[in-house]
């Protein structure tokens, strides 16, 4: 799983899995275990279920709990506003998307 969620963060594609029962479309920014020993995915929400209904906003998914998990043909700019690369939380970063992308001219 963290390799398909790398490759999806290093082309900056969409992903949309199941998370609690409930389909998520995420654009992924950071993979890595945290200080409790977790894999978790960073990621902003930009479509399917969520339960305060606020949308899009970031969420953190515990990688054991991520099913059906697909990369989608969307792709995303770059980092969203509040994203930070160096994320204390994290003591292993497996990939993550750079604080600022060069575009392609």
Not at 56 to 72: A, G, K, T
């Amino acid at each position: 799983m963290k390799t398909v969620v790398c490759d999806a963060i290093s082309r900056r594609l969409r992903l949309s899995f199941t998370y609690a029962g409930k389909v998520r479309v995420v654009e992924p920014h950071l993979c890595g275990r945290t200080t409790t020993g977790q894999d978790l995915l960073l990621a902003y929400q930009v479509g399917g279920h969520s339960s305060s209904g606020d949308l899009p906003r970031w969420r953190n998914y515990r990688l054991s709990e991520i099913h059906d998990l697909r990369v989608l043909e969307d792709r995303f700019d770059g980092p969203r506003p509040g994203y930070v690369a160096a994320d204390e939380r994290f003591v292993v970063v497996y990939c993550r998307v750079p604080s600022v992308v060069v575009l392609p001219k």
